[in-house]
């Protein structure tokens, strides 16, 4: 039998090599469609700020009261988006975060005097704060199970929070800091809170994202082994987003319940606030910036013309997040930009030739 | 020292139903690596269907017991068609890398069954008729006594749980399941229906769901918006037991159960907030679940 | 009747095209070696062959009926079976629980458990251990076992010799003039340019996913295997 001696491969003769020409390349961001985009989001913004004086005054109250809900609703889904969508975290706990902002500055404002207002940025602190010892028990689950665990999270502060009966235990308490105030000054002022937090919110995900600490997201997200050899530390970067979607769910809970004047725990830490994030994100596209904003337009709306029907709007909703993840998998935004190339936010970086 | 036995006791009676709860997750996951977070509202439009056939059933058959078992000799058989159907119908285009899509689109059926049954039935708790079933008790040897309900419940958690465990160990089935979730590619390459398998076992998950829900019924009251308790109460079971081996699930369940006693004896509402802590502790200083099954 | 046979065969693997009009033909009873550098398509072709990377229908033939497209299962119920590189047995299952899966396709044909052991005796004493408790030339034979316990007409042989010692290498090819004999037909990718040559009749030399050469592996030199593996 011929023994297997392995023979040494052949190795090549350099080759002449000819350098190619190359035509020279642009790195670009931003687009045509994005430009506008931007001008329009300013004008907006512009014709937001000043609505209480253009209103009309039989609209304006509740108009306000609409963009306040909407705000907190898109505020959450954005972060939730960040968590998700660009972190790889799904969590169907983040509206322990919701509640706590809300109690947090319940307690600041009737409790210790704050001025409600500051309480509601202060009260997301309190949210961002309590994320960071609650990373070390969920952080040891992963995928579907992350999930769930952090649902369970959610569940144990609900269930903590109904037992503590300096803040009305289970059938919660009033934001009595805000009584002595004129109801046409209260409202306006939230309406300009809200708003604020809104274009904060965008703001500072958009700049993020853009940023080199933005692109290590991305980069985690793709291929976290990968990443982490390249250098990256990933497990600061997830907890700095997870911290980060903790602030953003708080202050979106503190600006809830000063527009609403009322907290309880089945409210504060009720699941339904990531169902409606998790329909706005999935039905705009998960992962990009503009998802939320267009699942927000579009939550909204069904918001608005369907909620009557209760039990059906919802039944509805949830097959609309069925239909869309099974079949439009990028989400309605996701597929318009396939589509048609259009993109609002754009942070990816593009090769013009 | 009486009272240590009887709490002990009630724990595991408890346990055995969880398990029920639990075994059709940790069969879901361990074969497909998805998260049915749909599993608790499964549970309970399982009971639902019981009592609808019930209702069907009731005049034609005056003797509750004998009624039981005919509905469940259809509930059965359906919840496992049901589970097939599902499973290759809508589930199985969620499966891949990315758990987010199987995570909202079983979110999204938890909704829709919450909503049908809101529908449906209205929120009211609703039970299932035993003909005194649920109130019979039996003496165990050492004077114990307990409910014969739950005790049979108890039984059947141990059967089914070491009914998976040999059918993932000793049959073909079983070895189909194992070989899809190590490697789906090379098995179909072997000539295995990995759309098939799956199916198969989303199956035979929805018959343990659907005998769950209607025990469950039995035992006390449902309602639409059970789901989530019940998929909390699953999901701790097969986190404190340990993820990969069904005996381990069931020793979760026992010990979720039992600690669940332990609190509603000292007050009864902290019951299931104690559960939730033992489940937070064994996630803190043994993540791997108390009996994990290295795969 | 040329047994399997491709046809300007044009692959994509991920978002790169992997091949590039490739053309292969395979008589039965023969062994044909494909060698070339990583990256050349080997395992691409190899892929395509059973159905793991869609290939356009008529682009890949088996028995002169096109099979381009079908689905693994479908592929090898008709009687192609691949031992895949890296040997990918299932570490859940133990040997003969491996074996078994093998059989799956439910093909008739000689090749049953005890045959298998006979082949390869040292499984017999491992068949109930775990697939993983074994050594990697052992693990070799398992996937080489499972492979044949399809019963197929071309078993496709993705590096055998990948990280296994020279002897292993020899015991684990010491079994291919035993299936020849039976009628077995081959098809043997390998990075080790010698020894493709010892095994073949016939040598395909891959490069940059296009054939750079072809011919008997007897009756070629050194220089042309070379300069067709590195397209200089």
Not at chain 1, 43 to 71: D, G, K, Q, R, Y
Not at chain 1, 167 to 181: E, M, P
């Amino acid at each position: 039998m011929p023994h297997a001696a392995v023979e040494p491969m052949p190795v090549a003769a350099p080759a002449e090599v000819q350098p190619r020409e190359r035509a020279p390349v642009r790195v670009t961001r931003g687009t045509r469609t994005s430009a506008a985009a931007l001008a329009a989001g300013v004008a907006l913004v512009a014709a937001a700020a000043t609505l209480p004086w253009w209103a009309p005054a039989e609209h304006a109250s509740s108009w306000m009261h609409n963009f306040v809900e909407i705000a907190c609703y898109f505020v959450f889904a954005m972060m939730w988006n960040l968590l998700a969508g660009y972190g790889g975290m799904v969590s169907i706990g983040q509206q322990a975060y919701f509640g706590l902002g809300g109690y947090a500055m319940l307690v600041l404002a009737n409790g210790a005097g704050v001025n409600p207002f500051l309480a509601v940025p202060l009260g997301a602190l309190v949210a961002a704060a309590i994320s960071v010892p609650v990373s070390f028990v969920a952080f040891r689950l992963a995928g579907g199970y992350f999930a769930i665990g952090t649902w369970v999270i959610a569940e144990v502060f609900r269930l903590g929070v109904a037992n503590v009966s300096a803040v009305g235990g289970g059938s919660g308490t009033s934001l009595t800091a805000l009584r002595g105030i004129e109801k046409a000054t209260r409202e306006t002022a939230t309406y300009g809170l809200a708003l604020a937090c809104a274009v904060a919110a965008i703001a500072a995900v958009y700049l993020f994202l853009r940023s080199k600490r933005g692109l290590a997201l991305l980069a985690i997200r793709d291929n976290e082994v990968a990443a982490e050899s390249q250098g990256i530390d990933v497990h600061g970067m997830k907890l700095a987003v997870y911290v980060v979607a903790a602030l953003g769910a708080g202050l979106a809970g503190a600006l809830y319940f000063v527009g609403n004047l009322r907290i309880s725990p089945d409210a504060a830490f009720s699941v339904n606030w990531t169902a409606f994030a998790i329909f706005m994100v999935v039905i705009g596209g998960i992962g990009r910036i503009e998802g939320p904003i267009v699942g927000a337009l579009v939550f909204w709306a069904l918001n608005k013309f369907l909620s009557d029907y209760g039990t059906w709007y919802l039944l509805g909703l949830g097959l609309l997040a069925i239909v869309t993840t099974l079949f439009f998998r990028q989400g309605l935004w996701g597929w318009v930009q396939q589509r048609w190339g259009w993109s609002l936010f754009p942070t990816q970086r593009r090769l013009e030739t | 020292m009486r009272a240590a036995v009887d709490i002990l006791v009630q724990g595991l009676l408890l346990g055995g139903l969880y398990a029920l709860f639990a075994l059709g997750q940790s069969l879901m996951f361990g074969v497909m690596r998805l998260t049915n977070t749909a599993q608790g509202d499964f549970i309970v439009l399982g009971a639902f269907g019981a009592i609808a056939a019930l209702v069907a059933l009731g005049p034609l058959v005056p003797a509750p017991q004998l009624a039981l078992v005919l509905a469940g000799l259809l509930l059965l058989p359906a919840a496992f068609g049901a589970g097939y159907a599902l499973q290759r119908g809508v589930l199985n285009g969620t499966l891949g890398r990315d758990p987010l899509p199987s995570l909202v689109v079983t979110f999204g059926l938890s909704i829709v069954i919450q909503n049908a049954l809101l529908e449906l039935f209205s929120a009211d708790p609703r039970s299932i008729e035993t003909g005194g079933l649920n109130t019979a008790s039996v003496t165990l040897p050492g004077g114990i006594t307990v409910g014969l309900l739950p005790l049979a419940i108890f039984v059947l958690a141990v059967a089914a749980t070491a009914g998976l465990q040999w059918l993932f160990g000793s049959t073909a089935l079983g070895r189909s399941f194992r070989a899809v979730s190590d490697d789906r590619e090379i098995a179909e390459l072997m000539g295995l229906d990995a759309k098939k398998v799956y199916g198969l076992a989303t199956a035979i998950a929805f018959v343990l769901i659907a005998a769950a829900g209607m025990l469950q019924g039995m035992r006390t009251t449902v309602s639409p918006a059970d789901g989530p308790v019940l998929l909390l109460f699953a999901f701790e079971a097969v986190i404190i037991g340990g993820m990969g081996s069904f005996w381990g699930t069931l020793a979760g369940a026992l010990l979720l159960g039992v600690t669940q006693q332990i609190g509603f004896r000292l007050d009864p509402g902290w019951g299931i907030w104690f559960g939730h802590l033992v489940f937070l502790a064994v996630l803190v200083l043994r993540p791997q679940g108390l009996f994990p099954k290295t795969r | 009747m040329t047994l399997l046979a491709t046809h300007a065969l044009s692959a994509r693997y991920g978002d790169a095209q992997a091949l590039f009009g490739i053309d292969f033909r395979l008589e039965p009873g023969e062994v044909v070696a494909i060698i070339g550098a990583n990256g050349a398509g080997k395992s691409t072709f190899m892929k395509a062959l059973t159905g793991l990377v869609r290939a356009p229908r008529e682009q890949v033939t088996f028995e002169d009926e096109p099979i381009g497209g079908l689905a693994p299962a479908e592929i090898v119920r008709r009687g192609i079976a691949l031992v895949p590189e890296g040997r990918r047995l299932f570490p859940s299952l133990s040997v003969e629980e491996n074996l078994r899966m093998g059989a799956t396709a439910k093909r008739a044909g000689p090749w049953q458990l005890e045959r298998i052991y006979a082949l390869f005796p040292v499984l017999r004493e491992k068949r109930a251990q775990p697939s993983t408790a074994l050594s990697g030339g052992q693990q070799q034979m398992v996937a080489i076992g499972r492979a044949l316990m399809g019963n197929p007409k071309v078993l496709l042989c993705d590096e055998l010799s990948l990280g296994l010692a020279p002897v292993v290498i020899h015991e684990i090819y010491a079994a291919v003039p035993a299936l020849c004999a039976e009628g077995m037909t081959l098809v043997v990718v390998e990075q080790d340019v010698a020894l493709a040559q010892r095994v073949s009749r016939r040598v395909y030399c891959f490069q940059e996913g296009r054939v750079a050469l072809e011919g008997m592996s007897a009756a070629l030199t050194r220089e042309q295997i070379s300069q067709a593996y590195f397209g200089v």
